[in-house]
């Protein structure tokens, strides 16, 4: 057995054994109590105190055993006062049927020290948040409180002072409404709705009402209704939007107004017209086609019987119709032809699908996110470094260092 003890030179510690067979007592590794050999049971005892060590064993000789002693000093022993040292007990049993043994020792525990956290030391130790030292444990936002405990600051969760807002992590760069995300600082990201547009988020416009009024900009920071935008705004004013308006014939001109074509009742020999008595009167026999082309030919803007198509021209191109009346290329044959972006045959514009029009319907990656399918979108950006969002419109969850 093997122990270890703070010697004080002005407190008193015992060791008594009883044992037959072999015994031996060490303090430091020097031999202090002896009870050697085979023999019955005997006591042997050890006492450190005032500065000296002593050994007491029955003499085995004599008929009636006298006491025997032995007494050494302990800086003899190498003890020194208020220093841990070790004692240790070897003993050996030599029979295999009856054994004796008692071991007692006294008064070789002290108390022990606590180590604790000294607050206001200046170091911060297990179960201090920090610790300036206690003249700037003053407490205060961004500082250290008196009980080493942190006061306010910008990443608890809570605003305080100037902050004008605090998520815990504070790593947005920028959000779909104002009342989401927290930029570095504790400032308020850039969002969709404070009238500065944030072309890198994939903003195209903010007017800060983004209420998608004509010509404004819709919740998302998309572009609202407009001239333009190949669709008709009657309710504004719009008589026709093709998505061009450059006032080819036919087709619609500046300010979404009609272009000179057939219908007019004017007659333009130079577009080919041979006839125009106006969209009323152009009509199956008047003599003049809805084309304003005269009746009864491939080109009279009548579909006959044997022909698949007639548009009055029958130039062929997209959309069009092709000489011979047979019809062109055009949105809803199947292949993606010229403008089209996209053409299923169908192109019934559900989420990552071909939308009326042969456009994209909504999809990862258009900049807009589409709920119940997506949980963010930054276009062009999803799936870059540091961006918040993966290429499959996910958002990127990250541990603030």
Same mark, same amino acid.
């Given at each position: ?238 008589? #026709?939007?093709? !998505? =061009? *308006?450059?006032?080819?014939? +036919?087709? /619609? &001109? ?5 272009? @000179?074509? $057939? %219908? ?77 972006? #996209?053409?299923? !045959? =169908? *192109?019934?514009?559900?989420? +990552?699908? /071909? &939308? ?5 319907? @909504?999809? $990862? %990656? ?36």
């Amino acid at each position: 057995m093997k122990y270890w003890f703070q010697y004080s030179a002005t407190a008193t510690s015992s060791l008594s054994f009883t044992g037959d067979d072999d015994v031996w007592v060490f303090i430091n590794g020097k031999l202090v109590l002896d009870l050697g050999g085979l023999h019955v049971p005997r006591t042997g005892t050890l006492t450190l105190s005032g500065g000296s060590v002593t050994g007491v064993v029955p003499d085995p000789v004599a008929t009636n055993p006298p006491i025997s002693s032995t007494t050494v000093t302990a800086a003899s022993l190498g003890l020194v006062d208020g220093k841990v040292h070790d004692i240790e007990v070897f003993q050996a049993e030599r029979k295999r049927t009856g054994s004796t043994y008692m071991l007692t020792v006294a008064g070789f525990n002290i108390s022990r020290s606590i180590c604790k956290p000294i607050c206001g030391d200046a170091v911060v130790s297990p179960g201090e948040q920090c610790d300036n030292g206690k003249a700037e444990n003053t407490g205060g936002y961004n500082k250290c409180n008196p009980d080493c405990t942190r006061g306010p600051w910008c990443g608890d969760g809570v605003i305080n002072g100037t902050e004008q807002c605090d998520d815990g992590a504070n790593v947005s760069t920028y959000s779909l409404t104002k009342a989401t995300g927290c930029a570095p600082g504790c400032m308020q990201p850039a969002y969709c709705g404070d009238a500065i547009l944030q072309d890198s988020a994939g903003e195209v416009c903010d007017d800060g009402k983004n209420d998608n009024s004509y010509n404004g900009c819709s919740p998302t920071c998309q572009k609202g209704p407009w001239c333009g935008d190949a669709v008709v705004q009657s309710s504004s004013g719009e008589a #026709c939007d093709d !998505g =061009k *308006n450059d006032g080819t014939y +036919g087709t /619609c &001109a500046e300010g979404c107004k009609p272009a @000179p074509g $057939c %219908g007019d009742g004017v007659l333009q020999e130079d577009w080919g017209e041979q006839c125009d008595l106006g969209a009323a009167k152009n009509v199956p026999g008047s003599g003049c086609s809805p084309t304003c082309k005269k009746e009864g030919v491939c080109g009279d803007g009548i579909t006959q019987a044997n022909e698949q198509c007639d548009d009055g021209q029958n130039l062929g191109g997209y959309g069009k119709c092709a000489p011979e009346c047979k019809l062109g290329q055009r949105c809803g044959d199947g292949v993606k032809n010229g403008p089209e972006q #996209c053409d299923d !045959g =169908k *192109n019934a514009g559900g989420y +990552g699908q /071909c &939308a009326p029009g042969c456009v994209y319907g @909504p999809r $990862c %990656g258009d900049g807009v996110t589409q709920p119940g399918y997506e949980e963010c979108d930054h276009g062009a950006k999803n799936g870059a470094t540091n961006d918040s969002c993966t290429a499959a419109c996910k958002v990127v969850l990250r541990v603030p260092k």
